[in-house]
């Protein structure tokens, strides 16, 4: 079966794959597949450039979403972040990965005008642990309420765009650095007049 059709499936279906059953896709510099590694064995100290995705979610009001990534987690634990973030399978387009990992993590299955507002590559380190990623900058609009995936995130709560800047501004050690880098990219293109709610 053509791997697309396989990652629609998943998109529909009321399972998780187990961190030991994803891969990530990984890429050169030109973002041209080189092949897939496990999930769970690909973030190292020097992690292979792979294919990932930052979503921000706002409400109606304004108000985005941010989640406290899980104790488990491998890279960045307990750090604030956007409010979603994964990494789409081989054949598997960025928005149907968004909204799998939005169903997965947050419990969240209604998104509206999910679109891909920037790219965006990144690289950090932290605690013997790089991330790696050609990963595009979604934003999306919600209206229900979260229930959070306990192994993936720690807690959630919602802000206001202009308290968010400054918060990250003023505690940068707080926010995954990723996080940071992506809100002033949005933040500019807001500025320059594109909506993000």
Not at 78 to 107: F, I, K, Y
Not at 136 to 165: Q, S
Request: glycine residues 4%; contains cysteine; aromatic residues 8%.
């Amino acid at each position: 079966m053509h791997c697309a059709v396989i990652a629609r499936i998943l998109l529909f279906m009321n399972t998780r794959l187990t961190p030991a059953e994803e891969h990530v896709v990984l890429v050169d510099e030109a973002n041209t597949v080189l092949g897939t590694a496990p999930k769970a064995t690909v973030h190292q100290k020097m992690t292979p450039l792979h294919r990932g995705f930052s979503a921000f979610l706002f409400y109606p009001d304004g108000q985005l979403l941010l989640q406290q990534r899980s104790h488990k987690k491998k890279t960045w634990p307990l750090m604030w972040s956007n409010s979603v973030c994964g990494h789409p399978a081989l054949s598997e387009d960025v928005l149907d990965a968004a909204q799998r990992r939005m169903r997965d993590e947050l419990g969240i299955t209604a998104v509206h005008a999910l679109t891909v507002a920037s790219p965006y590559r990144y690289q950090f380190s932290k605690d013997g642990v790089m991330e790696n990623e050609i990963c595009p900058i979604l934003i999306g609009r919600i209206a229900n309420t979260p229930t959070p995936n306990p192994d993936e995130v720690e807690a959630v709560r919602t802000v206001p765009w202009d308290a968010f800047l400054r918060e990250i501004a003023a505690d940068t050690e707080a926010y995954s650095p990723w996080c940071i880098e992506e809100a002033y990219i949005l933040d500019t293109l807001h500025s320059e007049g594109v909506p993000l709610w």
